[in-house]
């Protein structure tokens, strides 16, 4: 229900509306007994007179009640005094002599200046005494002693615990109205507004700058550490930002997203490098530190533009910053561009282009040999995936596995690799005395997969292979961006058995010291490190060293990318273990590698 429409059924919140509708119910109330004041014994009024006021006061409760909230205060002082006024003096002319009757109702009208304010209930009393006194005045037949000194004690006494009262209903009504308020605009969970905050701030602002955030990896911490720790990530960043952004409006606008609205066009190079700043510390959660990042995307309004299409261009901003693995930072940003909207667009038809090749099976395997530079034999091979479109050809994969990752595709996609790739490397078994391990790519995506450790489980145990025989290669980009994920995900994996291979290994930031804490089994030099590593006296020495202190970890050294006979010897003389490259084998079919096996691929594959 609309937070809106709930207050409103439990409290008016306006205080006119509120005085307005107390005495409406009190006119209500005294035309029904001025009405049935007629046909008590002893009545003195004309019945005709007493009717006309019961339906003036009947009629004026009805209005008070469908528009009290649009009358002014003069109006309704007016309205409700005369009324009141004219109640009291009916009562008072249909009995024998003055009693407090009269004057217990009208003190009942009055209460409900209070609402109004000290000054205007002072005025509205004033108003309406002065009104009963005068037309009292003019009857002197009700004039007849009655009222003891007594009675006026009482009645002022009580007057005044009215007054009291209604000041303080007055007060906690307001109270109630700001609380109430704030609910509605607040996020409970992180104390920071809400979306519809938000709306109401940037309209409010007209020129903005827009910034929108996504916590990296919140599926995972969920999933990992349970909903409380999920919770107190948001809280910690909501803080945060609030903390980063102090001359701007902070907002919760989804599960896991915010926003940062800022006046004017703002420097948002600074403001990025304050908040990323800001969430620089890992964020401790039960005694466990997490490291907490961001991706943002940002759009400017000059004022022209509707906060709608402001939030979709954000929107576009940010999805490209989350496709975007930009090491050593904390955060990752991306500025709206137009032309940001046509690249959204051809990644929507990738996107559905690739949705129609995992239904009519366009994907295939193929596998390119790992060769033992000593002895030239094939010790595993690389699934590879190809994807040939009906339409378009060969689909290089550096153009659909981007857009596979960030759509979530790439889970799909990974499925069918592995599936396709066990069942191959049993089929080896089959041809080969000694047959290969096979290697199968896993992305970043797949990594913070929490279900990732189990599926590739069940698939390996229902192809019957052995997990030793299974290598399942990282990048190392992947795996310094959730630094923390990547040992827990990959020490699962490696307890099973699973070989683990750190891909693309000197592209990023990490060393071998750091190499230390990861389950890896596997080194897979980078292609940079590979080229003319014959002619290159300090690519020389600096593979030199690599490889001396991978050796000292325990881990097997492969190169990638090996094209001349010159560099093939020259890693091979380096103490290189297995080596891949066009030089020895370059990838093929599945058919064609059971082939090779069959032919006895144990020898020299050069």
Not at 99 to 120: E, K, V
Not at 133 to 159: F, H, K, N, T, W
Not at 349 to 366: K, R, S, T, W
């Amino acid at each position: 229900m609309n937070p809106r429409r709930l207050r409103s059924l439990v409290v008016r919140s306006d205080i006119g509306e509120l005085a307005a509708h107390s005495l409406a119910f009190l006119l209500a109330m005294g035309g029904i007994v001025v009405g049935a004041s007629c046909f008590a014994p002893g009545a003195r009024a004309h019945p005709v007179l007493v009717g006309f006021v019961a339906a003036g006061a009947l009629i004026t409760s009805a209005l008070l009640a469908r528009f009290g909230a649009r009358i002014t205060r003069p109006g309704l002082h007016a309205l409700g005094a005369i009324t009141a006024v004219m109640i009291t003096v009916t009562i008072a002319a249909t009995q024998r002599a003055a009693t407090p009757d009269s004057s217990m109702y009208l003190l009942a009208a009055m209460w409900t200046g209070f609402y109004l304010g000290n000054r205007a209930a002072l005025a509205h009393v004033a108003w309406m005494t002065t009104l009963h006194g005068s037309l009292l005045a003019i009857d002197g037949g009700v004039l007849e002693p009655g009222v003891s000194a007594r009675d006026v004690a009482l009645l002022s006494i009580m007057a005044v615990i009215a007054g009291l009262l209604a000041g303080m209903s007055r007060r906690a009504v307001d109270t109630l109205n700001r609380s109430l308020e704030r609910a509605a605009s607040v996020d409970h969970l992180t104390g920071v507004l809400n979306r519809a905050a938000l709306v109401a701030e940037a309209d409010a602002m007209g020129a903005g700058t827009l910034m929108l955030f996504d916590i990296d990896g919140f599926r995972d911490t969920n999933d990992r550490h349970g909903a409380g720790a999920a919770d107190a990530v948001l809280v910690e960043v909501g803080r945060r930002l609030v903390e980063g952004a102090p001359d701007g409006v902070v907002a919760r606008v989804g599960g896991d997203e915010f926003a940062v609205l800022l006046p004017g066009q703002a420097d948002v190079a600074v403001a990025v490098n304050r908040i990323d700043g800001v969430m620089a510390p890992p964020t401790i959660v039960d005694t466990e530190m997490l490291e907490v990042g961001l991706s943002c995307g940002t759009a400017i309004s000059d004022g022209t533009v509707p906060f709608a299409d402001l939030m979709a261009n954000a929107d576009l901003a940010l999805e490209e910053a989350r496709s975007a693995l930009v090491q050593g930072a904390t955060m990752r940003h991306v500025a709206y561009a137009p032309r940001l909207r046509e690249r959204m667009e051809q990644r929507r038809d990738m996107v559905a282009d690739i949705h129609e090749a995992l239904v009519h099976n366009q994907f295939a395997v193929h596998f390119q040999p790992l060769v033992d530079l000593a002895t030239g034999r094939v010790e595993g091979a690389e699934a590879l995936v190809r994807w040939f479109h009906p339409q378009h050809g060969f689909v290089p994969p550096d153009r659909f596995i981007p857009v596979a990752e960030d759509s979530g595709q790439i889970l799909e996609i990974g499925d069918f690799v592995m599936r396709a790739s066990l069942a191959e490397a049993a089929r080896w078994q089959e041809v080969a005395d000694t047959p290969p391990f096979v290697s199968v790519n896993l992305s970043a995506r797949q990594l913070m997969d929490a279900g990732l450790v189990d599926r590739v489980d069940r698939l390996v145990g229902a192809s019957g292979l052995d997990a030793s025989r299974v290598m399942l290669e990282i990048t190392e980009t992947s795996v310094m961006a959730d630094a923390g994920l990547a040992r827990y995900r990959l020490g699962e994996l490696r307890r099973r058995g699973f070989l683990i291979a750190l891909d693309d290994f000197g592209t990023g930031h990490s060393s071998l010291a750091y190499l230390r804490d990861l389950p890896a089994t596997e080194l897979k030099l980078a292609r940079e490190f590979v080229s003319d590593i014959s002619t290159s006296h300090a690519g020389h020495g600096m593979v030199d060293s690599i490889v001396g202190l991978a050796h000292l970890l325990d881990l097997r050294v492969v190169a990638e990318g090996i094209e001349t006979r010159e560099d093939h010897d020259a890693l091979r003389d380096l103490g290189i273990d297995l080596g891949q490259g066009y030089l020895m084998l370059r990838p093929m079919p599945a058919d064609d590698l059971v082939a090779l096996l069959a032919a006895g691929a144990g020898g020299d594959a050069l």
